[in-house]
């Protein structure tokens, strides 16, 4: 395409439909940071209801998604028919790009806004050698364009957005066929193109993750339905505090007593009385009684109703939010069965993410063997490590009734990779046991009889 083609794709096209996403993309931004909506409350200068106001921001949203996030961690890629060393070469690309440590944030702002991307492209590594570059963006700083948002694999169109101080922006148009580089000096100048570099992969390089896309190409966030229920736990807790700092204390009250004269005496007696435990007076006409404090238990309970909905809606545990409840290691189990169907179905879409960035990346190095392997799935790492000796007893068992054999399950201990079991292969190959030892001998003998049975016979 042209340069005046580029800049007007990216000016008429690509700018106004990110636009279009970037406010409700900062708005969940805010949430999951430090910026929630405000309270809304009628308008006062009394600086101690601010700062109460202030206090009662909790992130509650950065909890949820920390939940599901954190129990996101590939560790492998696995293939029938395949042996782990098989399928060497094809995670290379994922540890030469140390998305090791990226993933987590990659799954994050999926989880959060909806939408995340990888892009690759070829490149160099630290020692100059070729392979594929792979990085991770938010869609804050991130858009594509399909022509059909649910059914194709990869986009038409793909802006990368980069603001530089002094309110300059570096823009990276992505097609199938190059990268192209353009940039503009300040929000009143005009687009200016710089240059295109080819990437040859023949389609424009860049993997969705999605949340949850639906059958019209829809990909909510888990946040932005939860806004109401966040600013409405927020509303409680300012009202508790508000009963905290100024109702929370019984008021004592006093009339009839005689009065001392000058204002000086006054305000001694006053002192007097506020910090005497029983009132008296000579005046039998002074009368004595208490305003009684304002109870906080309507607003505790309202602050555990709020946060039973919000883990009930996002599929939160509530130990999550600090609800210990006295239940058996089995209600335990049972609590958290909601936030494993949840987590489940996001590796799911995560994993076919992940081994579709994976065969890109074998695309762009050229390993047209991987590149076509479509029955590659992720490996996820086993996070709940209370399950630890369930799982070991369940492994072993299948060993011995259904004679898997044990070192083909090594790698579905939980905590254990593809990288520690194979160490431990090697380890096991090289360093035979008894066992092992005797059931070769015996091997050997056997094919040695039979070497001898079949000369006889000839």
Do not use: C
Not at 138 to 152: G, K, L, N, T
Not at 269 to 286: F, M, P
């Amino acid at each position: 395409m042209k340069d005046t083609e580029l800049i007007q794709v990216v000016e008429d096209l690509l700018l106004p439909l990110h636009k279009t996403d970037k406010e409700t993309l900062d708005t969940i931004d805010g949430w999951l940071r430090f910026t929630p909506e405000p309270i809304k409350t009628r308008a006062t200068s009394n600086e101690e209801a601010k700062y109460l106001k202030s206090l009662s921001n909790t992130p509650w949203a950065r909890v949820v998604i920390e939940t599901t996030a954190q129990a996101l961690k590939t560790e492998g890629i696995y293939a029938a028919n395949h042996q782990p060393s098989e399928l060497a070469d094809m995670w290379a690309p994922w540890d030469k790009n140390d998305m090791e440590t990226k993933q987590g944030a990659l799954y994050r702002a999926s989880l959060a806004y909806g939408l995340a991307y990888t892009l690759v492209l070829p490149g160099m590594d630290a020692f100059g050698n070729p392979g594929a570059q792979i990085t991770a963006h938010s869609p804050r700083d991130f858009f594509a364009v399909y022509d059909d948002v649910v059914e194709d694999e990869y986009p038409s169109w793909a802006l990368r957005i980069i603001t530089q101080r002094g309110g300059a922006v570096h823009y990276r148009l992505i097609d199938d066929e190059a990268v192209h580089y353009l940039s503009r000096e300040d929000a009143s100048a005009s687009i200016k193109f710089i240059e295109s570099r080819k990437h040859n992969a023949g389609v424009t390089p860049v993997v969705r993750y999605a949340n949850q896309l639906d059958l019209e190409g829809r990909a909510p966030g888990e946040l932005q339905p939860l806004f109401p229920l966040f600013a409405r736990i927020n509303k409680t807790d300012y009202d508790r505090l508000l009963v905290q700092h100024f109702n929370s204390w019984k008021v004592r009250w006093a009339t009839g007593i005689e009065e001392s004269g000058p204002d000086a005496d006054d305000e001694a007696t006053k002192l007097k009385l506020r910090h005497q435990d029983i009132l008296a007076s000579e005046n039998h006409e002074a009368k004595f009684g208490t305003l009684d404090e304002t109870t906080m238990d309507p607003f505790v309970k309202a602050h555990d109703s709020d946060l039973e909905s919000l883990a009930a809606t996002s599929q939160t545990p509530m130990t999550t939010f600090g609800k210990i409840v006295n239940v058996s290691a089995e209600g335990l189990v049972e609590a958290r069965s909601s936030l494993r169907a949840k987590v489940g179905d996001r590796q799911t879409g995560y994993g076919a993410s992940n081994v579709r960035t994976l065969r890109l990346s074998a695309h762009v190095e050229g390993r047209k063997d991987d590149a076509a392997n479509f029955s590659v799935r992720s490996k996820w790492a086993d996070t709940e490590m209370s399950m630890l000796a369930g799982a070991v007893d369940a492994l072993g068992k299948a060993a011995t009734m259904l004679q898997i054999p044990f070192e083909l399950l090594w790698d579905r201990i939980p905590g254990i990779d593809s990288t520690t079991a194979e160490s431990w292969r090697t380890y096991a190959a090289e360093h035979p046991g008894p066992e092992a030892v005797q059931a070769k001998a015996v091997a050997d003998a056997l094919a040695a009889n039979a070497t001898v049975d079949a000369a006889a016979g000839a």
